[in-house]
């Protein structure tokens, strides 16, 4: 097999001393709530209340302290940390979504796109204003006369004309088709980003601390030329500890190849994660519209979500994983109309790899 592997203490060579003590710190503030998580989980009704009002300052006190590590990084921007407190309710609300174990599979893809949105908002649409420009959109109202309305958009163009979607496969398919949408919306020529398909997992029979990453070559479909030059932007639910992303850019990097920038736009990082980022790769920026503090022994964030990629596109049988056509057919009509340009776009790329 035509492979590339990182391993977990590669990663670790990344973070400075003054990184370490942050985690660490993290580490004990939230061992607080995992200690009030052991009494609500005990299910008497005394000690229940007496730790869920124990839980709120707990919690306060970590957002605190992660918000004044990040304060420090240039290249972590956190959406309920840059942004006004009045949005924050709104990214607050999803993110519990997200979490809840009851949200089912189609509202949590439902809560991902709109998780998304915001995002691109952050990333693309604020960072543009003041520069607007005017749109002229046909109603369906022709009577007296056919009619027109006009409304002004951010000014994206030269923020995203020169992008490329990297899909780290599974969980980061949707919502690179979401961003990918964002740009063609917003774009004055519809513009559609060209995608590069990455197959990569961390080997799961493996704990954090020894974890491993994978990036299968023979199953990746990518023009290396493409990539030269280019902002990349890579979109994943979760950002747990950094190892796919740095094994790919590393790799793209060892070819000789050069992007301009490189942006991770995530819906949950956690801090160790944004830490190696930034560390392993020049000039990398990661988005995030919430950051946890720590990492469990399995490398699953805390206090997370769970498996995303499960949780958003079903889960794969052990012995058929789903190739990236398969996947795309799951989603359905509905929602492969409605990323329809994405969709062939992806499909092109598959297609014309296998036909090289």
Not at 36 to 57: R, S
Not at 85 to 105: F, Y
Not at 196 to 205: E, G, H, S
Request: hydrophobic share 40%.
């Amino acid at each position: 097999m035509n492979k590339v592997v990182l391993h977990a203490t590669d990663m670790d060579g990344y973070l400075t001393d003054s990184d370490k003590e942050s985690l660490a710190k993290a580490q004990s503030l939230y061992g607080e709530a995992i200690d009030l998580f052991k009494k609500i989980d005990t299910g008497n009704p005394a000690e229940v209340q007496k730790a869920k009002a124990e839980l709120t300052p707990v919690f306060e006190r970590v957002g605190r302290y992660l918000k004044e590590v990040v304060a420090k990084e240039p290249g972590i921007h956190v959406y309920s940390f840059e942004t006004p407190q009045v949005q924050h309710g709104a990214a607050s609300r999803l993110i519990a979504k997200l979490r809840d174990p009851k949200t089912s599979q189609s509202e949590f893809l439902y809560y991902v796109q709109r998780a998304y949105e915001l995002l691109f908002a952050h990333v693309y649409a604020d960072k543009a204003l003041p520069k607007k420009r005017s749109i002229v959109t046909r109603t369906p109202v022709n009577i007296p006369v056919q009619n027109f309305a006009i409304h002004k958009i951010p000014n994206v163009d030269e923020l995203i004309e020169n992008s490329v979607m990297c899909v780290m496969l599974r969980g980061a398919l949707l919502p690179s088709m979401i961003i990918s949408k964002e740009i063609q919306e917003y774009s004055s020529n519809e513009f559609v980003t060209p995608f590069a398909l990455f197959r990569i997992k961390r080997d799961d029979t493996k704990v954090e601390k020894n974890m491993d990453y994978l990036l299968d070559l023979d199953r990746s479909f990518f023009d290396l030329s493409q990539l030269e030059g280019k902002d990349l932007i890579f979109a994943d639910p979760m950002n747990a500890t950094g190892g796919s992303l740095v094994t790919i850019v590393k790799y793209i990097e060892s070819q000789g190849i050069k992007p301009k920038s490189i942006r991770f736009i995530t819906v949950i990082s956690a801090l160790k994660g944004a830490l190696r980022v930034v560390r392993a790769i020049e000039n990398a920026e990661v988005y995030t519209l919430w950051m946890d503090p720590v990492l469990n022994e399995k490398a699953y964030i805390l206090p997370g979500l769970g498996d995303a990629g499960d949780r958003l596109n079903g889960k794969d049988a052990d012995d058929n994983p789903r190739n990236m056509i398969q996947l795309m057919a799951d989603y359905g009509t509905m929602i492969t109309n409605l990323y329809r340009d994405q969709v062939k776009e992806i499909e092109a790329t598959v297609l014309g790899r296998n036909g090289s």
